[in-house]
């Protein structure tokens, strides 16, 4: 029966009605909430202020005293010597400590008026633990004075630390709204930054298809297929003068061994002219074949005498059939190189000729316009499509972000405000 009268007695703490506030209110929410806290500290400080401000004046008169003291009588000489000394470092250093004076907010009186009390103290355990002897009034007086200081400030603490907190709570709440206001900026920036690479992308997507349905056209058209039959011309061309250039290399090859060991037999035999000649021939048939035909010829001509003397005479042995062939009479390696070195000629000739004749077809003209400007679209289209993918993760992200930081925000809200708070966060908006 006791237990159900007093269920049915018991006083029930008024639920609080949920706090609802749109995001655009926040702010002026939080400014009026800072304003308040700050109140409520100069309201709860108040007094300790005030006691404390008197505390110091009375400190100060007790040290004002102690310079014109006495002292106790009946004190060991050596002992009145040692704090006869001490006082005036004593009152000097307090007389500083005191010349302050706490003002400002009460967070700045705080600090002052706790700066000051740590000081006297360590002065009071400095040169005041020589003074209890012949100033034990004056003394217990200045530790009594300290003590009620120490009171009231211990009294500020608490406001002070809870103000601090409650401080702490409004800027983080703070920073959660800006940095919402911040990602909401970045997310419709990045926004249009896909809409508009989007628009870009399709234009151009355009673009190339219409590019490469002009290409096709163009390959259609009745002039292209002389440009393929030139074409097909050079690409034989080009077939020949490979094969002309394995022929030459062929015939340089098996020419430069055997020039190679003439010259060394000649140097040997102490024919420095001749040993000189089959180098410098050699020069000529390492380095790329030359446009003149005739100073080649004539060059080889030249030593042909001199080098089959030498094969006439045993000094000089030919190892394969390539080189009996070209080396068995005067004229066989002069021809063939002459024969080469002309063939080649025509064939480049007729292919510069050919070449020119391409180039200067419009179709050729068109086709080369046409190519170099699809790609110049398709490398730009790879570049754009790296930037939209770039500015949709950047969007994922900040979609990410804004989620995590809105869920942190009634909350923040609601041990700031002591109660349950409800914030309408806008939800993200494209341009």
């Not at 029930?12 to 909430?33: I, Y």
């Not at 050596?78 to 001490?86: E, F, G, P, V």
């Not at 022929?247 to 061994?257: E, K, L, N």
Request: proline share 4%; glycine share 4%.
């Amino acid at each position: 029966m006791f237990k159900q009268l007093r269920n049915l007695f018991r006083r029930t703490e008024p639920q609080k009605e949920t706090l609802a506030l749109s995001f655009d209110d926040l702010p002026g929410w939080l400014d009026a909430r800072e304003a308040e806290i700050r109140n409520s500290l100069s309201g709860a400080t108040a007094p300790s202020r005030e006691a404390i401000s008197g505390t110091l004046d009375h400190l100060r008169d007790v040290v004002t005293r102690m310079e014109t003291a006495g002292g106790e009588e009946g004190v060991h000489p050596r002992l009145r010597d040692i704090s006869k000394k001490a006082l005036p470092q004593f009152t000097k250093s307090m007389t500083q400590i005191l010349s302050r004076e706490p003002s400002g907010d009460p967070e700045t009186f705080y600090a002052t008026a706790a700066d000051i009390l740590k000081s006297a103290l360590k002065a009071v355990r400095g040169q005041g633990k020589y003074l209890s002897s012949l100033y034990p009034d004056e003394m217990k007086e200045v530790r009594t004075t300290l003590r009620d200081l120490g009171r009231e400030i211990n009294a500020m603490t608490e406001a002070v630390a809870r103000a601090r907190t409650d401080r702490q709570q409004v800027e983080t709440v703070r920073e959660l709204h800006e940095s919402l206001t911040r990602i909401r900026e970045e997310y419709a920036a990045a926004s249009g930054q896909v809409r508009d690479y989007a628009a870009a992308l399709e234009k151009m997507n355009k673009e190339i298809q219409k590019t490469e349905e002009d290409l096709a056209a163009l390959r259609l058209r009745p002039d292209y297929a002389r440009r393929e039959e030139i074409g097909e011309q050079i690409r034989e061309l080009d077939t020949m003068d490979k094969e002309v250039g394995r022929q030459a290399a062929s015939i340089r090859t098996t020419a430069i061994h055997v020039f190679r060991k003439a010259g060394k037999v000649a140097a040997k035999a102490g024919d420095g002219a001749t040993a000189a000649a089959f180098d410098r021939i050699l020069d000529t048939y390492t380095a790329p074949l030359p446009d003149d035909e005739d100073a080649l010829v004539s060059q080889t001509e030249s030593l042909m005498p001199a080098t089959l003397a030498l094969v006439q005479q045993g000094d000089l042995a030919l190892k394969n059939q390539e080189e009996i062939s070209l080396f068995s009479d005067p004229k066989t390696l002069p021809a063939g190189m002459s024969e080469i070195l002309h063939r080649q000629k025509a064939i480049r000739e007729q292919r510069a000729v050919l070449r020119e004749t391409y180039d200067a077809l419009p179709c050729v003209i068109e086709e080369q316009r046409l190519t170099a400007r699809l790609s110049e679209l398709q490398k730009e289209r790879e570049t754009k499509t790296a930037a939209r993918d770039r500015a949709e993760n950047q969007r994922e992200i900040l979609q990410a972000s804004y989620a995590e930081e809105s869920a942190r925000l009634s909350p923040g809200m609601g041990a700031l405000a002591d109660r349950d708070v409800e914030v309408d966060v806008p939800g993200l908006v494209s341009p």
